[in-house]
């Protein structure tokens, strides 16, 4: 299994209309956004497992700090992409400065909390008002 990230373009949106279950017309008019946001800290990348297009994971930064958030295919999950992505990116902004990550998670969402504790987050127990509680890479 050959896993890479591979920058956000609005030309992703046809492939990846498939992949997430969302109109092309959708994904092209958020990638679009996306694409342009870069320059506000907007970090997006389409995640490849050997080529195929399997999900996506984005990156808020905001001066040091990033947040995380993945999401991979119905058909590609429980697979460990999510977390191989997840680490990939963070190595990405590792480079790029970045020193400390967090993430926003539904606490319904196992897999999800299971992406987390791989790439070595833990709960703060804090929940936002939309009930996502805030993890933060330990360390």
């Known amino acids: 299994m050959e896993l890479a990230l591979e920058p956000l373009r609005v030309e992703h949106a046809l492939e990846m209309a498939g992949v997430l279950g ?10 679009e956004r996306q694409v342009a946001g870069r320059s506000r800290g907007w970090r997006n990348w389409v995640v490849r497992l050997d080529g195929v297009a399997a999900g996506y994971v984005q990156a808020t930064v905001s001066g040091r700090s990033a947040e995380l958030a993945w999401v991979v295919g119905e058909g590609f999950r429980g697979r460990g992409i999510a977390s191989e992505a997840a680490g990939l990116a963070l190595g990405l902004l590792r480079d790029d400065g970045v020193e400390r990550f967090f993430a926003h998670i539904d606490p319904a969402n ?8 791989r790439v070595g987050m833990v709960s703060t127990g804090v929940a936002r008002d939309d009930g996502e509680v805030r993890w933060e890479l330990a360390g």
């Open 110 to 117: 196992a897999a999800s909390e299971g992406v987390a504790r």
């Open 22 to 31: 969302e109109p092309e017309a959708v994904l092209r008019a958020r990638y």
